[in-house]
Every structure is written in structure tokens, then in C-alpha cells.
């Protein structure tokens, strides 16, 4: 069901849960959120990509295959110089 998500509900999704504390109860939906994302790392908007990495990282949960996609996108279009400081922080 999560196809069904913009790459914006996914990042809020994955935030909502990290910010209320409840990832770590909740790992297989990260997973899945993970994979869902990960091929799609390209459509994301510089905030829900930042959010999405903020709530793996608050969660302590982590992904190789989201992370590496995410890494691979932001070296390979420079997407960081498109990043403003609040979306980098």
C-alpha cells in the first residue's frame, strides 16, 4: 500500500512516527518505507528528503539501500547546492 504514497506521505510518514517516538516499535514499516523509497529517491522534493533522513536517524534505524540511493542521487546531480540551510540541518 505504500506505492499508493508521494514521496511527500512517505517522508511524513517516516517523521511522524520518529517524532512521536514510535519507530523502533514500529521497524518493518520503516522497512518498508525504505523500500519504497529507495527507488524513488529522485522524485523527492529537498525537504521530504531531508525529513525522510531525519527520521531514520532520530529512529536509530538505519538502511543501507535507502541510504546508499540517497548518497548516489545527491552526488550524482549535485543536489546538495539545491538544498537551502534548513533542509541540510
Not at 4 to 12: E, I, M, P, V
Not at 53 to 75: G, K, N, P, V
Request: proline content about 3%.
Amino acid at each position: 500500500r505504500l506505492d499508493r504514497f508521494s514521496d511527500q506521505g512517505l517522508s511524513n510518514l517516516a517523521w511522524a512516527f520518529a517524532a512521536a517516538g514510535e519507530a523502533q516499535r514500529h521497524e518493518k514499516l520503516f522497512g518498508a518505507i525504505a523500500q519504497e523509497a529507495a527507488p524513488r529517491v529522485a522524485e523527492f522534493q529537498p525537504q521530504g528528503f531531508s525529513n525522510l533522513a531525519w527520521a531514520f536517524s532520530t529512529a536509530e534505524l538505519s538502511s543501507s539501500e535507502l541510504f546508499t540511493a540517497m548518497a548516489s542521487e545527491i552526488a550524482k546531480q549535485n543536489r546538495a547546492a539545491r538544498f537551502n540551510p534548513q533542509e541540510i540541518a
